[in-house]
């Protein structure tokens, strides 16, 4: 009996260990994809976000609307200056993995909280979502 109890346990501990650097590479790989995301918004290349995005998000999203929407987020709020982030959550299903990643944004001209969500598809990460919510967005 405590044989077949430490064999569970070591399988257990084998396999969570396993499955932590599959979704430590995987954020990792999402936060890379922010890092890119943040720097083409700067760079004002809103196209370069929209055609590499998931053609889920371009389904619901048409290219027009998404631009004007990037275009007042950065007249509004700037450059991003700092990105930390705050939490992470991935969803391993049969239709492909999900990384849901939330920052705390400082921008030239106002904070933001930021939500994405990217779609995990061989080693690439797509947009499937983007979030933000800042009262400089409103207030400016």
């Known amino acids: 009996m405590l044989r077949n109890l430490s064999c569970a346990v ?5 396999l ?7 979704t430590q590479k995987d954020v ?3 936060r890379t994809a ?3 995301f943040h720097a083409d918004l700067n760079n004002e290349n809103y196209d370069a976000i ?9 389904d619901a999203s048409k290219q027009p609307d998404f ?13 991003v200056q700092d990105a930390k982030p705050l939490g992470f959550f991935v969803n391993y299903n049969t239709s492909g993995t999900q990384i849901r990643l939330t920052y ?5 001209e106002g904070d933001a909280e930021e939500e994405f969500v990217w779609s995990k598809s061989g080693t690439n990460y797509e947009l499937l979502g983007y979030h933000i919510n800042s009262n ?3 207030t400016k």
């Open 50 to 58: 929209y055609s590499q995005a998931d053609q889920r998000f371009r």
């Open 28 to 30: 990792s790989g999402a």
């Open 34 to 36: 922010v890092t890119q």
């Open 104 to 108: 705390k944004t400082k921008f030239a």
């Open 10 to 14: 070591l399988v257990a501990v084998m």
């Open 136 to 138: 400089a967005l409103i």
């Open 16 to 22: 969570g260990g396993c499955w932590g650097c599959g």
């Open 67 to 79: 631009e004007a929407l990037m275009k007042a987020i950065h007249k509004k709020l700037g450059p």
